[in-house]
């Protein structure tokens, strides 16, 4: 029965190698992916996901969240160049009911992006809110270029998603006395951050597949999975005839 089962042993390990092998390549991949999970600020509600995929100053963004005001755009940026972090209710400090933009810079910075639609994404498009997003759940992707500040955010821990614009009134749409402190023309509803996540750096199994048509890197992450799906085909053919060994060993013993 013990050499039954040696053999598939050294069958497995066979199947092993190649597997870590191809593991050590995608390591030096050029692109590196990031996420940050997005939380609710000023009561909105907001939940989602942030994924970004960068390859030197090419970033390939995808934000999936739910929960932001139906029709009414919202902005929404990498910030760059403080904590890396986010604010949370509790830093409302000039206490008028909200989160501003403001209060929430020491947490993670200045604008270092600006995920529009289409056009301009330099911090210039901060408050374009005709080239933002206005569903209420979102589903955005785009890839374009970013500065060297923002590739560097990301590389050091510092880039930041933020989503603004939150009906904290419950009116349907931004209105209300208090006034941005971005632009007095405008309600604070409209640019008050309503959620907020800091990125980091993803595992390789949540690379999104949007990322797939450009680089070295993502070809490698196919062929990772390629080379997990051999391994896995040995390693159930290991077994099945390890198996199959023992029964005969099995068989062999009553008879
Ligand atoms: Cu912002």
Redesign the pocket.
């Given at each position: 029965m013990r050499k039954a089962f040696a053999l598939p042993t050294v069958a497995i390990a066979a199947a092993a190698f190649p597997l870590l092998t191809m593991t050590a390549a995608s390591a030096h991949a050029a692109s590196s992916s990031y996420q940050a999970d997005l939380s609710a600020l000023n009561e909105s509600g907001v939940s989602g996901t942030g994924m970004v995929t960068l390859d030197g100053t090419s970033a390939t963004v995808m934000i999936e969240a739910t929960g932001l005001v139906e029709g009414a755009p919202h902005?929404?940026?990498f910030?760059i160049g403080a904590q890396g972090a986010c604010p949370t209710d509790a830093d409302d400090t000039d206490g008028d009911g909200f989160v501003s933009?403001t209060e929430g810079a020491p947490y993670y910075g200045d604008?270092g992006a600006s995920l529009t639609l289409d056009g301009d994404t330099s911090p210039d498009s901060?408050l374009a809110v005709d080239r933002f997003p206005t569903d209420g759940n979102e589903n955005y992707s785009r890839t374009f270029d970013v500065s060297e500040d923002v590739a560097a955010a990301f590389e050091d821990g510092t880039a930041v998603l933020?989503l603004?614009g939150v009906d904290k009134d419950g009116s349907g749409t931004y209105d209300g006395d208090i006034m941005s402190d971005l632009d007095p023309s405008l309600p604070m509803e409209a640019t008050a951050?309503a959620a907020c996540g800091a990125f980091a750096a993803a595992q390789m199994g949540a690379t999104p597949e949007g990322g797939a048509e450009t680089g070295a890197g993502s070809t490698a992450g196919v062929e990772q999975q390629t080379a997990i799906g051999v391994g896995a085909v040995a390693m159930a053919g290991a077994a099945a005839a390890g198996a199959i060994a023992y029964r005969r060993r099995q068989a062999g013993e009553q008879a």
């Open positions: 902005a929404q940026h910030h933009v604008i901060g933020v603004h951050p």
